[in-house]
Nanobody, 124 residues
Framework: QVQLVESGGGLVQAGGSLRLSCAAS????????MGWFRQAPGKEREVVAA????????YYTDSVKGRFTIFRDNAKNTVYLQMNSLKSEDTAVYYCAASFGYVLVADRRDFRSWGQGTQVTVSS
């Protein structure tokens, strides 16, 4: 198992930017695909973005394409989510998750390790 700790959430005005970080410890970080998920009040947890073990392939849900970027630094055991042009509908708790293996996955059922979450609030 890999342990995950998110940081970087906060309150931002609509149109602003935030960068989330997820630091991993435990097993070899480069053995894992990574994903960012979010859960708004009263809604199911949904995938935001995912990335393969080496950053070679990425996935974005339609609502964030062109605004969010997922990337990773395996030397620092960290995955990031750069969020630009934020909208009020991006408000949610954001979770980092890890999936052992080398293919691109984006279904939350494929992710076995989860962080505790970080709150992102976008004010309009």
């Amino acid at each position: 198992q890999v342990q995950l700790v998110e940081s970087g959430g906060g309150l931002v005005q609509a149109g602003g930017s935030l960068r989330l970080s997820c630091a991993a410890s435990g097993r070899a970080f480069s053995d894992y695909g990574m994903g960012w998920f979010r859960q708004a009040p009263g809604k199911e947890r949904e995938v935001v973005a995912a990335i393969t073990w080496n950053g070679g392939r990425t996935y974005y849900t339609d609502s964030v394409k062109g605004r969010f970027t997922i990337f990773r630094d395996n030397a620092k055991n960290t995955v990031y989510l750069q969020m630009n042009s934020l909208k009020s509908e991006d408000t949610a708790v954001y979770y980092c998750a890890a999936s052992f293996g080398y293919v691109l996955v984006a279904d939350r059922r494929d992710f076995r390790s989860w962080g505790q979450g970080t709150q992102v609030t976008v004010s309009s």
